[in-house]
């Protein structure tokens, strides 16, 4: 008899323990990535890192990226398109709020898209909003964008971190306090350490399976991986120290998630500043660059060589890295050509990822050789923005440039590499207002032609996307097809 009482004790122990793991089944996360976002406003700075934290989090826009890159309906449940291909009517969900309990509405639509397209925008992808000629608030979940060309893109458009619905009230504070949508809200923000997102109990979507979620910034390659070896973090997205990946592959307590990017990562180069307005002194720098070289010796052998900016999954992709094939001797000679049979001195500023920083020492190395000095200058990555991409102060620079399908900023002769081909414009004017596919992809395939015999930019590689997280987490997004860490769907495995 009392054999049959401890047993029973023994099993209702059991049961109330099981009771209390399911109760406290692990709902919060710590996701550590490489750069902090300079301020929190996706709608008014070129840096990758703030859609990295709040795109689908906590801001959502009209249409949105799915995790292979296909458009979706966000906020807008569907839509109707003229048949003249001008006028987009927007049918908004119902029942959708912001963070601060103010309903979203048509209004708030026109009043972002207004912003975004106004002469006085800070918006940095303008351009995306430029075809727009008016938008008009139907009734309370409806609003009519009409455009002033067809635009077989704009859907595609509206899905950019840049094209996020806010609300009126709360621009004066967006860059420190933003107020979304999304499934989560902004909790606080520690700077130089952590921001802090809560789950949207009224979220008007499919609710997350969080309920905290806690970005961390750890910027060196030797941090990162000493704080995901400790368990210190439950995911590194964009994981800075490739070398290390075969280790935490071996440990089980790990995985690892090695994905794709739209990342193109270039050797960008200022085609006003002189000697890089010279042609032939582009294709010189083009040709004393070893790929392979900065592939193995920056990113571990992780990485696609491209000889275009453009990303090799596309189906559209034409392989040009031939057009500029290592070959320091012909470098010279070009070099010689141009005037410059010594060679010339010019500036390197390196942004912070470990793929520019140390992509920059190989390639500082490479340029040596065939008599181009360069003075390294490594920044922040508010450095960065002001002196490489705002101030334009910059001979070369590495960077990857992770927007989706972004092969239209060289049609844009202010943005910072300052390329200013009349007839690469053109094309790409027509090419908004194609529908056909086969005349699109044709039309693309000489977009990155033009590019790559005008030598704009030394075409590096494109960036691969690793991840290393607990083996218990899931939902996360192997590739990256925009720049976003979606949180919405991650979940801990029991």
């Not at 927007?90 to 309903?103: A, I, N």
């Not at 010796?297 to 034409?318: K, L, Q, S």
């Not at 920083?357 to 340029?367: D, F, K, S």
């Amino acid at each position: 008899m009392t054999f049959k009482v401890l047993k029973l004790g023994f099993l209702s122990a059991a049961a109330l323990s099981a009771s209390m793991g399911m109760a406290l089944a692990k709902s919060d996360i710590v996701v550590a990535m490489q750069l902090e976002p300079p301020h929190l406003d996706p709608t008014s700075a070129a840096a990758g890192a703030i859609d990295s934290v709040l795109y689908s989090n906590v801001f959502e826009g009209l249409t949105r990226f799915a995790s292979d890159g296909s458009v979706i309906p966000g906020l807008a449940a569907s839509w109707d398109i003229s048949e003249d291909g001008k006028t987009y009517t927007f049918h908004l969900h119902d029942g959708v709020k912001f963070h601060d309990g103010s309903t979203m509405d048509a209004a708030d639509v026109k009043f972002s898209l207004d912003r975004a397209r106004a002469e006085d925008s800070a918006n940095a992808q303008k351009a995306l909003f430029a075809g727009i000629e008016s938008v008009e608030v139907v009734d309370p979940a409806t609003v009519k964008v009409t455009l002033s060309a067809p635009n077989g893109s704009f859907l595609f458009n509206m899905a950019w971190g840049d094209a996020v619905i806010v609300a009126p009230e709360s621009i004066g504070e967006i860059k420190t306090t933003p107020v979304g949508t999304g499934a989560f809200k902004f909790a606080d923000w520690v700077q130089g350490d952590k921001i802090d997102l809560e789950k949207n109990a009224d979220y008007w979507g499919t609710p997350a399976k969080l309920d905290q979620v806690t970005f961390k910034f750890i910027s060196d390659p030797t941090a990162a991986f000493a704080a995901v070896m400790a368990e210190d973090v439950d995911a590194f997205v964009g994981f800075p120290a490739p070398e290390n990946l075969p280790q935490f592959e071996a440990d089980p307590r790990f995985q690892v998630l090695v994905g794709s990017t739209e990342g193109e990562t270039i050797l960008s180069t200022n085609n006003k500043m002189p000697p890089f307005d010279n042609v032939k002194v582009r294709e010189a720098v083009a040709h004393a660059i070893d790929r392979q070289a900065i592939i193995d010796g920056a990113m571990f052998g992780y990485g696609t060589p491209i000889g275009t900016h453009f990303a090799p999954h596309n189906p559209d992709y034409v392989d040009l890295t031939g057009m500029s094939a290592y070959d320091p001797e012909l470098s010279k000679k070009l070099l010689a050509e141009a005037g410059f049979p010594d060679g010339f001195k010019t500036t390197l500023k390196l942004p912070p990822p470990s793929y520019a920083r140390r992509g920059g020492e190989i390639i500082a190395a490479q340029l040596r050789a065939v008599g181009i000095e360069t003075e390294i200058s490594n920044l922040e990555w508010a450095q960065w923005l002001e002196q490489v991409f705002k101030g334009k102060d910059f001979g070369l620079t590495i960077v990857s440039h992770t927007e989706p399908f972004d092969i239209g900023i060289y049609a844009r002769p202010d943005y910072y590499f300052q390329y200013d081909n009349a007839d690469f414009q053109k094309l790409m004017a027509d090419l908004s207002v194609t529908s056909e596919p086969a005349k699109r992809s044709e039309m693309l395939k000489q977009a990155q032609e033009i590019i790559s015999k005008d030598y704009v930019n030394g075409y590096l590689f494109e960036l691969a996307f690793p991840t290393v997280a607990n083996a218990k987490v899931k939902g996360l997004w192997k590739d990256a097809p925009t720049q976003a860490t979606d949180l919405t769907a991650v979940y801990w495995e029991d």
